[in-house]
């Protein structure tokens, strides 16, 4: 496990993006991605009974609906091991196969850093 202080503050800022919309909203997990200007965008966990999204596609499909053309990086807040496929799928779609996807536990640590590939 990294501690969140080892990151950039670009990439702090997105963990802790995230974070908040988690605790904020009381759901399961929290993302945010920065796009290629530096904008973010944070979103958290949608469950409808017609609409279900990880927090990390809902932050993705907010960037594309704001005219982001690709992503920087990525973040999730869960009590997951690891970004699911789907949530890297949808990283990769808009940022490529190289983009970052931080993994952070409910606390905040850094548990770990994949690429969307």
């Known amino acids: 496990m990294t501690d969140s202080t080892d990151l950039g503050p670009e990439d702090r ?24 200007t530096g ?3 944070a ?3 949608v469950a409808l009974d017609s ?6 596609q809902t932050a993705v499909a907010m ?4 005219g982001a053309t690709s992503l920087e ?7 997951a091991e690891a970004p699911s496929a789907e949530d ?3 990283v990769r779609d808009l ?11 409910p606390d905040g640590t850094l548990r770990t850093t994949v690429t969307a590939g």
Request: glycine letters at 12%; hydrophobic letters at 50%; aromatic letters at 2%.
């Open 51 to 56: 609409l279900k999204l990880s927090a990390l």
């Open 63 to 66: 960037a594309v609906a704001g």
């Open 95 to 105: 940022g490529g196969p190289d983009t970052p996807v931080l993994l952070a536990g």
């Open 39 to 41: 904008r973010t965008y």
């Open 43 to 45: 979103a958290g966990t």
């Open 73 to 79: 990086a990525a973040a999730v807040v869960s009590q």
């Open 13 to 36: 800022k997105i963990v802790t993006l995230a974070r908040s919309v988690r605790a904020r909203n009381g759901v399961p997990e929290g993302a945010a991605v920065r796009d290629e």
């Open 88 to 90: 890297r799928a949808a």
